[in-house]
């Protein structure tokens, strides 16, 4: 999709995706469902696609292929949902480690990057029984340290993608879907801010 996105040029600001960037735990899918609704869009969350293609968790997709299979996964979800109608869409955290697709996202969707300070998306991740089933460990660390390590990689990426940064440490569910919309509206004009 990039070399096709860079001939055509960046989308208008009202004719692009809404795609909601940053690590697990900050909000993405959960904020992301109400945002879709409140717009009149389909929502997409790339990790539930993966897997349902899969068959297959994330964790089984990484212990028995691995990471860079998982990625390539990653990779396509994402193109097939920058390529379908406008949507929102829900990234995996590390999806932003692809130069392709930060190429894609800029080129097609308004980014808005949900954050929560480490302590609240530590305890977020704990409180999601889910999460340990589905989800990897991607380092040899404890949750804090990884969640802190992979911050420190992820985060510039974030930052260069980001329209909006949206911290949702103090939000409810629905606070954070409303600064969504308000910042997606701010950017293009296009979308109700109730």
């Not at 993405?28 to 009149?40: C, D, E």
């Not at 994330?58 to 406008?86: H, K, S």
């Not at 992979?150 to 909006?164: N, Q, S």
Request: contains cysteine; charged residues 30%; positive net charge.
């Amino acid at each position: 999709m990039s070399e096709q996105a860079g001939r055509a040029g960046a989308a208008r600001p009202s004719e692009r995706h809404v795609a909601l960037i940053g690590y697990r735990g900050c909000g993405k899918t959960s904020v992301g469902r109400i945002v879709a609704r409140r717009l009149g869009r389909p929502f997409v969350d790339t990790d539930e696609r993966i897997e349902s293609r899969a068959g297959r968790t994330i964790r089984e997709i990484f212990a028995t292929d691995g990471e860079p299979y998982f990625r390539t996964l990653e990779r396509e979800a994402l193109v097939a949902a920058l390529a379908a109608p406008l949507q929102v869409i829900s990234l995996g955290g590390g999806a932003v480690l692809s130069a392709d697709n930060r190429a894609d996202l800029e080129s097609a969707a308004t980014c808005v990057w949900l954050t929560a300070e480490i302590d609240t998306l530590v305890a977020r991740v704990r409180a999601d029984p889910r999460s340990a089933e589905r989800r990897p460990a991607l380092t040899g660390d404890d949750l804090v340290d990884e969640v802190r390590r992979l911050l420190d990689e992820r985060v510039p990426y974030y930052a260069a993608l980001a329209a909006a940064r949206i911290d949702t440490t103090g939000l409810t569910i629905e606070q954070a879907a409303h600064a969504v919309c308000r910042a997606v509206a701010a950017r293009s004009g296009a979308f109700p801010s109730r």
